[in-house]
């Protein structure tokens, strides 16, 4: 019986355009909105999903690398934030192209903040599309573009 691969997605990353893609499907799903003649933005945002603050009650951590705690009382704990993969404010859109989901432990939590976000900016009425292949990019598009 073998052993379920849990560690972080080896994707190989793509240069192309002068940018940089993290996978293939990224690539792909940049190439198809440009061949569509979209206007759309990669990575051209970055969303704060929850505030940065300090906390000021007792707050001792451990890390991976200290054997004893650390007093981390008032330290700035950093905002969360996300940036996705493809944006048009003019087509009303995001896209996050997601080959694989559960490796990614922060992904879906950040995912739903997203969401709210989107909720309390008044944005519920972008289309959010998160594909895992390069048909179903093929299908966004066309979606986007009114050709379904």
Not at 27 to 52: D, P, T
Not at 79 to 87: G, N
């Amino acid at each position: 019986m073998g052993r379920k691969k849990t560690g972080a997605i080896n994707s190989k990353k793509k240069v192309y355009d002068g940018k940089t893609f993290q996978s293939n499907l990224e690539w792909y799903c940049y190439k198809e909105l440009k061949n569509a003649g979209l206007k759309f933005g990669y990575e051209s945002e970055v969303i704060e999903l929850l505030q940065g603050f300090r906390y000021e009650g007792t707050y001792l951590k451990s890390t991976a690398t200290k054997r004893d705690l650390i007093d981390k009382t008032g330290k700035k704990e950093l905002p969360i934030t996300y940036k996705p993969d493809f944006v048009s404010h003019e087509h009303q859109f995001y896209i996050e192209t997601k080959g694989y989901i559960p490796s990614q432990h922060t992904f879906t939590v950040r995912w739903k903040l997203f969401l709210k976000w989107l909720v309390d900016n008044d944005m519920g009425h972008y289309s959010i599309f998160l594909p895992k292949n390069q048909k179903q990019v093929d299908e966004i598009i066309k979606r986007i573009k009114g050709d379904d």
